[in-house]
């Protein structure tokens, strides 16, 4: 019998710096498995060769940060039947995006030695604000098990089961303490999306919000009036919204509410 064809799997690369491509990878044993499961046509993280699509499956890691970046993710989604992506990069701006609340120029003339030789976008912004994208997979870096629900998912033809809920329930699940109730220490797991496995909160420190704002209404403002409670400054509040996904439209908002 004919061998039967697998579909193809890609693993793109914008501004970033290959976390969650390396997620993959961190997959070990499960990556075999994969492996026979999918055609890895296009991952130059992992090897030089660069199969042709169309593709798939399309997973994109990292942000818009240059006019060629604009350009080339139109490519990607041309080539692409499923659109994924993956990390705070892909899906909120990440880290980079902290440029979007400052002089990018001022950045580039003080940074480089010959800034003429420098073209950037004046902003760090998400894929799916320049092209549709089917599904976001949160994190910075991504969970791999989510990874390898959502590729199952997506083979199988189901929905990913991908945990929406705030991080108080991860922790509630695990049975850590609060650690706002218990040690007063600032805590953004109310308002965050949960999935990187509690670890900061079993370590007794507050999340940071690696995996971003809840989707449904994350109340930042409740908090942010508990994080001053607490004895935070408005400098304080407004830097715990702007790290990881600080352009996620919830925390951009609640950041600016708090400058100065």
């Given at each position: 019998?004919?061998?039967?064809?697998?579909?193809?799997?890609?693993v793109?690369?914008?501004?970033?710096?290959d976390?969650?491509?390396?997620?993959?990878?961190?997959?070990?044993l499960?990556?075999?498995?994969?492996?026979?499961?999918?055609e890895?046509?296009?991952?130059?993280?992992?090897?030089?060769?660069?199969?042709?699509?169309?593709?798939?499956?399309?997973?994109v890691?990292g942000?818009?940060?240059?006019p060629?970046?604009?350009?080339?993710?139109?490519?990607v989604?041309?080539?692409s039947?499923?659109?994924?992506?993956i990390?705070?990069c892909?899906?909120?701006?990440?880290?980079?995006?902290l440029?979007?609340?400052?002089d990018?120029?001022?950045?580039?003339?003080r940074?480089y030695?010959?800034?003429?030789?420098?073209?950037?976008l004046?902003?760090?912004?998400?894929?799916?604000?320049?092209?549709a994208?089917?599904?976001?997979?949160r994190?910075?870096?991504?969970?791999?098990?989510?990874?390898?629900?959502?590729?199952?998912?997506?083979?199988?033809?189901?929905?990913?089961?991908?945990?929406?809920?705030?991080?108080?329930?991860?922790?509630?699940?695990?049975g850590?303490p609060?650690?706002?109730?218990?040690?007063?220490?600032?805590?953004?797991?109310p308002?965050?999306?949960?999935?990187c496995?509690?670890?900061?909160?079993?370590?007794?420190?507050?999340?940071?919000?690696?995996?971003?704002?809840?989707?449904?209404?994350?109340n930042t403002?409740?908090l942010?009036?508990?994080?001053?409670?607490l004895?935070?400054?408005?400098?304080?509040?407004?830097r715990?919204?702007?790290?990881?996904?600080?352009?996620?439209?919830?925390?951009r908002?609640?950041?600016?509410?708090?400058?100065?």
């Amino acid at each position: 019998m004919p061998e039967k064809k697998r579909p193809k799997l890609a693993v793109w690369k914008f501004s970033s710096c290959d976390g969650c491509q390396l997620s993959l990878l961190d997959c070990e044993l499960e990556l075999l498995a994969v492996a026979e499961a999918v055609e890895i046509a296009y991952f130059l993280e992992a090897t030089r060769t660069a199969g042709k699509g169309p593709y798939d499956l399309s997973l994109v890691e990292g942000s818009i940060t240059t006019p060629h970046d604009v350009q080339r993710i139109r490519e990607v989604r041309r080539l692409s039947k499923v659109l994924v992506t993956i990390g705070a990069c892909a899906t909120a701006g990440g880290i980079q995006a902290l440029r979007n609340f400052h002089d990018v120029k001022g950045f580039i003339d003080r940074v480089y030695a010959h800034p003429e030789y420098i073209e950037t976008l004046a902003t760090s912004t998400a894929i799916g604000d320049h092209v549709a994208v089917d599904f976001e997979l949160r994190g910075c870096p991504i969970n791999k098990h989510q990874l390898l629900e959502l590729i199952g998912a997506l083979l199988n033809k189901r929905k990913p089961n991908i945990p929406k809920y705030a991080e108080c329930i991860e922790c509630k699940l695990r049975g850590t303490p609060c650690v706002m109730v218990a040690k007063g220490e600032p805590c953004l797991g109310p308002v965050v999306q949960a999935g990187c496995g509690n670890l900061c909160p079993t370590q007794g420190r507050g999340c940071y919000g690696c995996f971003g704002p809840i989707s449904h209404q994350p109340n930042t403002a409740a908090l942010a009036e508990h994080f001053t409670a607490l004895g935070m400054d408005a400098r304080d509040v407004q830097r715990r919204f702007r790290s990881f996904n600080a352009n996620a439209v919830a925390f951009r908002k609640e950041s600016e509410a708090h400058a100065d």
